[in-house]
């Protein structure tokens, strides 16, 4: 077919719309519940974060159902289809997603919705487990030697010195000066194994509190 007779195709007002069956949009519905619902276990799988956040899991799967409600009728109609892509250029999204894989998530479960919108089920069905593999083999391979602690540490002003002595390589993130004394929260790299390390703070003299916690995202 030359570029002409594809033009000619795609105004010809005979194929502006094609009707949509029941069969078509449950089958459309139920091909994206299933593939979502195994994103939706990729993602509980996968997740590496601080605090798993169930309703945005959820909201994976209802994404991907409101998208392929969206896309069925854009699928079959032009006009509706041209209307639809000047309506969602105006959407903006207020809420911030900080950790990268949840875009991915999202972008997963969109692109889900739009694919079974538009008949391709093949494609979803699998496509889907194959980005899965993938994604869980990075999850579970080692790219980094140490990984991301947050270390706070409560102590008299005599003992600063040797504070600052016992964990060398660190990043300030806050410190607080009170009359009991002085709270340090600092950023360090260690290997899980390594964590014991921490025993020692405490027993340097002056030093009442010693706390590490995991992190895997910016601290404001």
Not at 110 to 115: D, E, P, Q, R, Y
């Given at each position: 077919?030359?570029?002409e007779?594809?033009?000619q195709e795609f105004l010809n007002p005979a194929n502006a719309y094609q009707a949509l069956t029941?069969?078509?949009v449950l089958l459309s519905l139920m091909v994206t519940f299933g593939v979502t619902l195994f994103i939706f276990y990729m993602y509980r799988k996968t997740f590496s974060g601080v605090i798993y956040t169930r309703n945005f899991n959820v909201g994976l799967v209802l994404?991907?159902?409101v998208v392929t409600l969206v896309v069925l009728p854009i699928s079959s109609n032009i006009a509706l289809s041209l209307g639809m892509v000047g309506a969602l250029s105006i959407v903006r999204f207020r809420t911030a997603i900080k950790d990268p894989a949840d875009i991915v998530f999202t972008f997963w479960a969109?692109?889900?919705?739009?694919?079974s919108g538009a008949g391709l089920y093949m494609?979803?069905?699998v496509g889907s487990p194959v980005i899965g593999l993938f994604m869980f083999v990075l999850s579970r391979a080692s790219f980094r030697s140490n990984d991301p602690y947050l270390l706070v540490v409560n102590y008299s002003s005599e003992a600063e010195e040797?504070?600052?002595k016992a964990v060398p390589k660190h990043k300030l993130r806050s410190r607080t000066i009170n009359p009991a004394g002085v709270e340090l929260i600092l950023e360090v790299r260690m290997k899980a194994k390594d964590a014991s390390q921490v025993d020692e703070l405490l027993k340097i003299k002056g030093v009442?509190?010693?706390a590490l916690v995991s992190y895997n995202a910016d601290v404001a």
């Open positions: 077919m030359t570029l007779e594809l033009i029941v069969e078509r994404t991907g159902l969109i692109a889900v919705g739009i694919i494609i979803a069905i040797a504070v600052q009442s509190n010693a």
